[in-house]
């Protein structure tokens, strides 16, 4: 029989073995760990561009090795993985060379291009007439942000008068025509673009095209919408006249507007001391009242213009 010292050494035996069981586990495991994360894998990537409708097909795409903790969400490992059974998938946004084929920029299995796919939660594809004019030359490209603008005839007013007015602003282009550019890669001048809207804002592109022919304005990716937009009538086809009162120009509001200001005052300074009178204002929605005999000048503040007159001494 094993007297006590033995059995203390069997279950110290025993305590170390486990120990170093589970030391080795925890080891090989960490260690295998570090091989997956600093490893790589193969995924599928685009080896030709591929544009909106184009079929993704084995001929296509390749594999490249990428590493395992870089590996984006949505990649495909393998051609059956990427078209299961030999189904079509087309791609909905543009992939380029080399970049990874994710399942958010194609079709689902068997199916062809939907618009439908690349809509927001709560957003609408409406589509519009345009020209070589409207659409600007044909330089609007899919994803880009467009202003839509209605130029109407003013209900009511005489039949030659015609209004514009800003009726969207930051609207995304989905689509335009089948395809983007000539088979040389030149832009292609589109009849339709594909814009994607509210609901609401869908409903007011449909009356539009009824009343009035709308125009494409291409603005900067992000930038904030103007709060203050103004209607444009026959009688603003004038430098420097907006919304049918004066303004200084847009190019000149700012830096430029107080050296403007300054210089009409000192004008205004210079004349009144060399004819010892004062200015008389006048509102300019009154009738314009009789021009002074004689040289004048006339200076504008604001919408108020004033009427001085020039001379030797004031004679």
Known sequence: ???????????????????????????LTSSQKRVELTGTSKIAVASVPMAFGVDVTPDKVRFVDYPNNSIPPGSFSSVAQLLPGGQRRVALLPISVNEPILASKLSASGSGASIAALLPEGMRAATVRINDVSGVAGFVQPSDTVDVLITRQNAGAAQNTQLTDVLLQNVRVIAIDQQAKNADGTPKVARTATLEVTPIDAQKLALAQEVGSLSLVLRKPGEANNPVVETVSMNDLRYNLYGGARYPAPAVVGGLGGAIAGSIDRSAALVRSTTGSQPSRRPSARPAAPKPQGPSIEVYRGTTSNQYKVGKYGS
């Open 1 to 27: 029989m094993l007297n006590r010292q033995s059995w203390i050494a069997l279950g110290l035996a025993i305590v170390l073995g486990v120990l170093a069981v589970y030391l080795a586990n925890t080891y």
